[in-house]
């Protein structure tokens, strides 16, 4: 009998891992942004219009591309982040899957330029479903900058299923967001058709934060601090008496990447317990340092979802930090909420 199996192309492999990797505009935003500050860039702008269904651009300071590697980005599995497995047990970068480039270029036209320190001239790259369409030699920054056309040009179904504008649009301010919020080193700037969303200068991370809740925020915020030979946990709580009744101001860091948990988002309740009102939500800005190779990243590729070897440990340092730091500003005493 005839074999029946074949290995898909490339292009199609790619487009099939892209439904993962991007899921809409914002995705691509998480994904640019995360490579340019893996390149070192200090000044990251990205511009967008209309929420990302027509341009997103991405445009950075950082180390750039040769003429070589301006080319094999857009391979799938092509990294520069890690070489062999044991890497992965001390991630320092953002990314490490060598998908990302991959998966928007076989789902959307794009175009990269990106010059190198030390180089006169740079690169430009012209790609359309996974192919490469023009490569020149260009005078351009140094640096790197990516722009993304007609994303979901070539699969009717995600395109259709795009949100509107608005809804699209406050997912990669999100996204923004949550990196702003791991980088408060870093200058970022987000722009939508052409008007300025926000211009964040470098910053020490109260500042951060605040530029990003507002300023009245500031006097609400209380910090945490706690250190064992196993994890750092840093950041600020907000105030109970500014519990909301939305979960809009909750963010958790490991290594300054976000992710979510609800294991932990349940420890920070439980320290928040009494003091807040029923249905109402406790603000926090969580940051925990820690041993790369005791935290899988790897669990999807996203990298959203995280997996900690010593859970159930921080768990309850978090619980005990965020109890002491709140009873240091004397709103320890419960207040009895009829339940
Ligand atoms: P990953 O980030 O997992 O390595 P990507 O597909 O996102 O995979 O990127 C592939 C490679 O392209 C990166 O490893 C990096 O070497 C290079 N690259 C991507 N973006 C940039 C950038 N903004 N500046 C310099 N190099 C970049
Ligand atoms: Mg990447």
Excluded: W
């Amino acid at each position: 009998m005839q074999s029946i199996i074949s290995v898909l192309p490339d292009h199609i492999a790619n487009q099939i891992a892209a439904g993962e990797v991007i899921q809409r505009p914002a995705s691509v935003v998480k994904e640019l942004v995360e490579n340019a500050i893996d390149a070192g860039a200090e000044k990251i702008q990205v511009h967008i219009k209309d929420a990302g269904k027509t341009l997103i651009q991405v445009i950075d300071d950082g180390k750039g591309m040769n003429v070589k590697d301006a080319e094999l980005c857009f391979l799938r599995h092509a990294t520069s982040k890690i070489h062999s497995a044991d890497d992965l047990f001390a991630l320092q970068t953002k990314g490490f899957r060598g998908e990302a480039l991959a998966s928007i270029a076989a789902i959307a036209h794009v175009i990269l330029q990106t010059r190198q320190e030390g180089t006169d001239t740079g690169t430009r790259v012209l790609v359309e479903g996974s192919q490469v369409i023009e490569q020149e030699e260009v005078v351009c920054d140094k640096g790197t900058s990516f722009e993304v056309k007609n994303l979901f040009y070539n699969v009717p179904a995600r395109r259709n299923f795009l949100k509107s504008n608005d809804v699209e649009f406050r997912h990669i301010k999100d996204e923004f967001e949550r990196i702003a919020l791991a980088h408060p080193n870093i200058h970022l700037i987000l722009t939508h058709n052409g008007t300025e969303v926000y211009n964040l200068r470098s910053v020490v991370l109260r500042k951060r934060i605040v530029d990003i809740i507002g300023d009245r925020q500031n006097e609400r915020l209380v910090p945490i601090h706690e250190e064992t030979t196993i994890v750092r946990v840093s950041g600020y709580v907000v105030k109970p008496e500014y519990a909301k009744k939305t979960r809009g101001e909750q963010f958790l860091f490991v290594n300054n990447r976000y992710f979510r948990d609800g294991y932990f988002n349940n420890a920070v309740n439980r320290a928040f317990e009494g003091l807040i009102q029923p249905k109402t939500y406790p603000g926090y800005f969580l940051y925990f340092e820690i041993d790369p190779a005791k935290i899988d990243v790897n669990v999807h590729p996203t990298k959203t979802e995280i997996k900690f070897e010593e859970d159930k440990y921080i768990y309850s340092i978090l619980i005990s930090s965020i109890r002491q730091a709140l009873g240091k500003y004397n709103i320890a005493p419960t207040l009895d909420f009829e339940r």
